[in-house]
């Protein structure tokens, strides 16, 4: 700036940022220890919070069932920015902070503590259960021919959550049926998982796996196979026969489909939309003889009467 015989200058800078949640503050909070504490144990939660303007203030609030209290509780924090907890029970604590820069922007972030049950010791224990009672990964698969509602088996004292997945058989592509996050409850009971219609998925054999963890991280797992072979589908599905060939007194028709939102589909390991091995189509039959057990691949058993093998190409 100049006034004809004098000039000043003043440098400035401007900030620009894509999108307007990058102005907002960045909290940290840690804890000691970082693994899952016991009742009675001091925990320190070191709280941090930083904005390009600058903090100009921090608000904490806690609640949770190893506290005994539902409700958020103002706390503190010292010259250091740490706040000290001591659980009463096992459970959850939730750590809410809100931090506001000098420009006005909010931010709120809830960290959870963990408080172990000392006498839980073991993961989730899981049985499949109804219509799957008793499967395996190795058993027989199971004929889905209805809808079918899925259940299985779940006892654990400290339950964080659970997932029912599903894929094509000999894919590693898996597809979520069900998933619920828990508070470290108590669970040891039957549940209904989900609700499995045939007439959404192409026929064929599928794994279905279901995973429980708990509080301190372990995990449990159970897998069963189930093939699906119904005629009425709601999947848009188009066919083409290339060949019929006579086998044994057995017809086998070499017929394509297309199905672009069918599990199998999106599921083969390794091979994405529009680069099966004819194109956008899969080769798929059914075979009336395969094993109904699994035995190791050296030392294959022969194939069963009535067994039904899927192939796919």
């Known amino acids: 700036m100049s006034d004809g015989r004098n ?5 400035f800078t401007l900030r620009v940022v894509a999108d307007a949640s990058a102005n907002a ?5 840690s804890t000691t220890p970082s693994t899952p504490a016991l009742p009675g144990q001091t925990i320190i939660a070191t709280v941090r919070a930083d ?11 806690m609640r949770g069932s190893a506290l005994g209290t539902d409700t958020w509780q103002s706390v503190a924090l010292d010259a250091a920015g740490r706040l000290k907890l001591t659980p009463t029970q096992p459970g959850l604590i939730e750590v809410r902070v809100t931090a506001t820069d000098r420009d006005g922007f909010v931010t709120t972030q809830t960290h959870l503590v963990r408080v172990r049950d000392a006498a839980d010791l073991t993961a989730p ?7 799957l009672a008793s499967a395996t990964a190795n058993s027989q698969p199971i004929d889905i021919s209805a809808v079918t509602s899925l259940q299985a088996g779940l006892a654990e004292q400290q339950l964080m959550g659970y997932r029912l997945q599903i894929a094509a058989a000999g894919s590693n592509v898996w597809q979520t049926l069900a998933s619920e996050d828990t508070a470290a409850i108590a669970l040891s009971q039957a549940i209904s998982l989900a609700t499995i219609d045939p007439a959404t998925f192409a026929n064929g054999v599928y794994q279905l796996r279901l ?5 301190v991280g ?8 189930v093939v699906i072979d119904t005629a009425q589908k709601t999947l848009g599905t188009q066919t083409t026969t290339d060949a019929t060939y006579t086998l044994g007194g057995h017809t086998l028709a070499l017929t394509r489909t297309f199905t672009p939102n069918s599990l199998p589909f999106k599921g083969r390991a390794g091979v ?11 080769l798929r039959c059914s075979i009336p003889n395969s ?3 699994n035995p190791p691949r050296s030392t294959a058993a022969p194939p069963l009467r009535g067994a039904k093998a899927p192939v796919s190409g």
């Open 25 to 29: 503050p960045s909290i940290l909070v």
């Open 218 to 225: 372990r995990t449990g797992e159970i897998e069963a196979r």
């Open 51 to 61: 904005a390009w303007s600058g903090i100009a203030g921090t608000a904490v609030e």
């Open 7 to 11: 000039d000043s200058t003043q440098l």
């Open 272 to 282: 994405g939309m529009g680069q099966q091995d004819f194109g956008n189509w899969q």
């Open 291 to 293: 094993p109904t057990t």
């Open 125 to 131: 224990a899981l049985a499949w259960g109804g219509a």
């Open 211 to 215: 995973t429980a963890w708990d509080l």
